[in-house]
């Protein structure tokens, strides 16, 4: 039995002439780049989106590095810049009001209250990275690439994203909130 092809190989494949190649790297990756794009975008932009990404991946395909076996980073970095064009053509938004300062007993679940106040200061300390810095943590952390992976799909070397995901790192964990944050969770883990 033979092993299934590699990213690589179907890419070569899909550049020879056979239609379905492309379309086993479509369904390997779709679900990991439209979470990528549905955790950036939302879920109804996503699946905009998503045909774009493959459209222009078809189309960018035959400058694919085929010394990679794994296509994900690369699908990742098209998508990044699918989603950079996308935010670029939106016209601007109104500032969302800041719901920090309500009152802390407005929901009767305090559970939900802590999970509400945890996002709200973890989503002010991403707010305060650099983008890069913030896109190589999200792509290692929610995406599950290694760094050097995450570095690929943005365009930047291993050693500048190791860089970068150690200086985010020690953003968040440098930002306003964040030690209290982090001390809360480590409670709970310890009481579990």
């Known amino acids: 039995m033979t092993p299934d092809p590699d990213d690589a190989e179907l890419i070569a494949r899909s550049l020879d002439g056979d239609g379905n190649a492309f379309v086993e790297v479509v ?4 679900a990991a780049v439209g979470a990528y794009l549905a955790r950036r975008a939302g879920r109804e932009t996503a699946e905009d989106l998503l045909g774009e990404v493959w459209v222009a991946a078809l189309g960018s395909r035959a400058a694919y590095d085929r010394s990679f076996r794994d296509a994900r980073p690369w699908l990742f970095g098209v998508a990044h810049n699918i989603l950079r064009r996308h935010w670029r053509s939106r016209p601007a938004e ?3 009001a800041d719901m920090t300062g309500m009152a802390s007993g407005w929901d009767p679940w305090a559970a939900v209250d802590g999970r509400v ?3 709200s ?7 305060l990275l650099q983008p890069q810095q913030r896109e190589i943590l999200t792509l290692v952390a929610w995406e599950d690439l290694t ?5 690929r799909a943005i365009g930047i070397p291993p050693g500048t994203a190791r860089r970068r995901l150690h200086e985010a790192r020690k953003a968040l964990r440098d930002a ?5 944050l982090l001390a809360d969770q480590n409670t709970l883990k310890e009481a579990n």
């Open 117 to 119: 106040d945890a996002e």
């Open 147 to 151: 760094v050097a992976d995450a570095g």
């Open 94 to 96: 109104e500032p969302q």
């Open 121 to 127: 200061v973890l989503r002010s300390a991403l707010a």
């Open 27 to 30: 369904r390997r990756h779709e």
């Open 176 to 180: 306003p909130g964040m030690a209290a």
